[in-house]
């Protein structure tokens, strides 16, 4: 089973470049989420989507954008990438947004900005 | 506004002995408590969740937390831990949803497991 997967695992970026974090779910879950893990701290929320073309932002969401135009894909995007972007990246999934259900997280995509 | 805290940002451990991870959390709604496992470089894996009913809620690789409503806590146990329980542990705390309209998710800042021969 796959599941949530991420790539790239690791990236270097040097300050003012762009790039583009992949997520893709092969679960057909509804909700997918981006997540920020600094060092130290727990999880962030990004952005989140509801469904193929519906996103919000949550509560980091400067410097970042996102596109759902399918089910199964989310990516992120670092635009004009500063240090403090420099952090772990979550991707995650969920059938529905509630508690009830569980959600999966992929492993993860460590990204350094210098 | 929902927060949680864990005490201990690292806990030390022989093998085979017991170990308990504090969380305590505030939230002026209803809570729905999660504690999460990350092993080194990998993603985050449920370990247990409580939505209701009892109190005691068990969990996968012998994990248990309980849930104590007048404490504001949900303490993480487990009666003999393993090498491979090496990890760093997250408690979080839920209004109802992961992220959006459903409600949020908040995690603590982590807890450091280490365990030593």
């Known amino acids: 089973n796959a599941g949530v997967t991420q790539t790239p695992k690791f990236r270097i970026l040097k300050i003012g470049q762009s790039m583009t974090l992949q997520c893709t779910q092969d679960?057909?879950?509804?909700?997918m989420y981006w997540y920020r893990q600094d060092p130290g701290m727990g999880l962030k929320l990004i952005y989140y989507?509801?469904?193929?073309?519906?996103?919000d932002k949550g509560e980091v969401p400067n410097g970042y954008n996102v596109s759902r135009s399918t089910t199964e894909d989310f990516p992120l995007r670092l635009e004009l990438a500063a240090p403090s972007q420099t952090s772990v990246y979550f991707c995650?999934?969920?059938?529905?947004?509630?508690?009830?259900?569980?959600?999966?997280f992929g492993e993860g995509s460590w990204l350094t900005v210098v | 506004a929902q927060s949680v805290t864990q005490l201990d940002s690292q806990v030390p451990v022989f093998e085979e002995a017991p170990v308990e991870l504090r969380c305590n959390y505030s939230?002026?709604?209803?809570?729905?408590l999660f504690w999460y496992v990350q092993y080194p470089n990998q993603g985050l894996q449920l370990l247990l969740k409580?939505?209701?009913?009892?109190?005691l809620v068990k969990g996968i690789n012998g994990f248990e937390a309980e849930f104590n409503k007048s404490q504001t806590s949900f303490h993480l146990r487990k009666p003999s831990v393993h090498i491979s329980d090496t990890a760093e542990y997250f408690c979080?705390?839920?209004?109802?949803?992961?992220?959006?309209?459903?409600?949020?998710?908040?995690f603590g800042k982590g807890t450091k497991l280490s365990v030593k021969p």
């Open positions: 989507s509801v469904g193929a073309g519906i996103t």
């Open positions: 995650a999934s969920s059938p529905t947004g509630v508690v009830a259900d569980t959600i999966y």
């Open positions: 939230s002026s709604v209803s809570v729905y």
């Open positions: 979080a705390v839920s209004d109802g949803g992961y992220g959006g309209s459903q409600g949020n998710l908040i």
């Open positions: 409580y939505l209701s009913g009892s109190t």
């Open positions: 679960m057909n879950h509804n909700y």
